[in-house]
């Protein structure tokens, strides 16, 4: 090979690759076009989404991360935003527009900065720098919340519910949620309280008022017992779960049975009988009174069960079988003939109730009490599912308050605070990473300027008028959305769980220093074209 002048070549001709200051361009670009499509669903006047897939179904919601998971993202650099709130909803479980916002923000103001031959890995440090005193602000500005404050923990719910459709009934759920994160709550060793979320469980029915959901503290399960003779209400229930078929085994092959005369037809018969009969006395037998079955019941043993008054459901979920056991204390048995009394779980009532025209069975009064189902109503399927997700925050919110004791104020209340705190420090830390913490602190402004933009409001004139009241001290003026002024957000009780902010800006940063540090963007083998 020659060592002249011609260029080696490395990559395959035409090979689609983005270098400098094109590729920040188009990353950077791609990643705004995803903070942008959300951001008109921030806060409590913000809109909803509507998302159709290629099937046609159909998706209506406020709610950051969902709205994202269902949009079709292509590009890289605004697939690592997707990630952000997805981060978010894991860790915290509300706040997921506000982070995609925030990372868009700072990725804009990045923009300028390269324009102006700021070298982005400068951008970079100075957004780590800014992060870290961010982090110390909020901290700062944070007020203490404890277990007893039932009020104020209602109130961090209703924050997270005002922007949704939950809205008119936000009174009614948080009064529901925050009694189910109580009812699960655990203590660890060093006193510090935690709550397991997957101990909340929910039904969803649609057909009747969002405020006829309600919470039961222990399970529901969808199924009715097999016959109508069977009792309606076990009190002191012994459950069996039993993950086997009471039928007879029908022979693998076709096979064909030749009956010479009514003897044998009756013996035969006889003989299908003992067998279901033996199944349903081997429960009997062990103490039990419910059985949940995750297989069939043959009609036989269904009416063998009904004439000892048990109470038997058939094909009852994986997942709820799994459930069962671990709130009743019951172990899940595949052979039937060996079922004794220690796998028997124990429940204080199993009951069917109507859920609307259905029924359903609630087992309550659990060994294990830590197991709440909230039976979420709504008029419709989309209407529930939305309530469901409303839910799904409101209790995470409760959530992090409790475990981490800390909240702050909303409504761009606190982000003002970082905004004010971290240019401050700007000054102290000197050099071109002063420039990129600038930028960093006026990023966060973002939350307040978008918050007026959805209410209708002239957003410069709102910011302007928010950072006069916090030079004077006024470290909880925010954006009533509702009254078009600048208020106090802690009397208005606008407060949410502090985790929401500490995620939402670190994996903003995280997000923004990535996509920034690139440079040079090649399409790889298994690439599209
Ligand atoms: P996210 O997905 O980020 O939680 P939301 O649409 O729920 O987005 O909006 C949350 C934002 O709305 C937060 O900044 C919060 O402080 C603000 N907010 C919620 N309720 C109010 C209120 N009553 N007044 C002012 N701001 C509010």
Request: glycine letters at 16%; one cysteine or more; charged letters at 30%.
């Given at each position: 090979m020659g060592m002249g002048n011609a260029p080696v070549l490395i990559l395959r001709e035409g090979t689609k690759r983005d270098k400098g200051k094109d590729a920040q361009f188009n990353n950077i670009t791609a990643a705004r076009t995803i903070a942008d499509a959300v951001?008109?669903?921030?806060?409590?006047?913000g809109m909803d989404k509507m998302l159709v897939d290629s099937i046609g179904d159909v998706v209506i919601t406020n709610d950051g991360v969902t709205i994202l998971k269902e949009m079709d993202v292509q590009h890289p650099a605004a697939k690592m935003l997707v990630e952000v709130a997805k981060t978010q909803d894991q860790e915290v479980g509300d706040g997921t527009t506000t982070s995609v916002i925030i990372a868009g923000e700072l990725l804009k103001k990045s923009l300028d900065l390269i324009d102006s031959n700021v070298h982005p890995t400068i951008i970079a440090a100075g957004y780590r720098l800014a992060n870290e005193k961010a982090q110390e602000i909020l901290k700062g500005v944070a007020k203490k919340v404890s277990l007893q404050d039932e009020a104020l923990l209602e109130q961090i719910a209703e924050t997270s519910m005002?922007?949704?459709?939950v809205n008119s009934s936000k009174k009614f759920f948080a009064k529901m949620v925050v009694d189910a994160v109580k009812t699960i709550l655990d203590k660890d060793e060093n006193g510090k309280y935690t709550a397991d979320l997957k101990n909340i469980q929910t039904v969803k029915k649609a057909?009747?008022?969002?405020?006829?959901s309600e919470l039961v503290k222990g399970l529901i399960i969808d199924k009715e017992p097999v016959s109508p003779t069977m009792p309606k209400l076990v009190k002191n229930a012994k459950i069996a779960l039993i993950d086997a078929a009471f039928e007879v085994k029908k022979p693998e092959i076709d096979a064909k049975i030749q009956i010479t005369d009514p003897e044998m037809l009756s013996k035969f018969i006889a003989e299908e009988e003992k067998t279901l009969k033996d199944m349903v006395d081997a429960v009997k037998k062990a103490g039990a009174n419910v059985v949940f079955c995750q297989k069939g019941i043959d009609d036989l043993a269904q009416h063998f069960f009904a004439k000892e008054g048990i109470y038997a459901c058939r094909r009852v979920k994986k997942s709820d079988m799994e459930r069962l056991g671990k709130s009743t204390n019951a172990s899940i048995v595949s052979k039937i003939s060996e079922l004794n009394a220690d796998d028997l779980g124990t429940a204080e009532t199993v009951e069917l109730k109507f859920v609307g025209d259905e029924q359903m069975t609630f087992i309550t009064?659990?060994?294990?009490?830590?197991t709440v189902s909230i039976l979420v109503r709504g008029g419709t399927n989309h209407v529930a599912d939305e309530v469901e997700r409303s839910l799904v925050d409101a209790w995470s919110v409760v959530k992090v308050s409790i475990e981490d004791g800390m909240i702050v104020t909303g409504g761009g209340s606190t982000a003002m605070e970082l905004a004010m705190g971290v240019r401050d420090y700007a000054a102290s830390v000197g050099g071109r990473e002063q420039i990129a913490i600038e930028a960093f602190a006026s990023a966060m402004e973002i939350i307040p300027t978008t918050l007026a933009e959805n209410a209708g409001l002239d957003p410069i004139n709102m910011v302007i008028e928010m950072r006069k009241q916090h030079k004077a001290?006024?470290?909880?003026?925010?954006?009533?959305p509702f009254t078009g002024k600048v208020e106090d957000m802690m009397d208005l009780n606008v407060i949410e769980p502090i985790r929401i902010g500490q995620q939402a800006i670190s994996s903003a940063t995280d997000a923004a220093v990535m996509i920034l540090r690139i440079d040079d963007v090649i399409a790889s083998k298994s690439a599209p074209a």
């Open positions: 951001r008109s669903s921030l806060g409590p006047r005002i922007s949704k459709q057909g009747a008022n969002m405020e006829e009064g659990c060994k294990d009490p830590k001290g006024k470290k909880y003026a925010g954006i009533n």
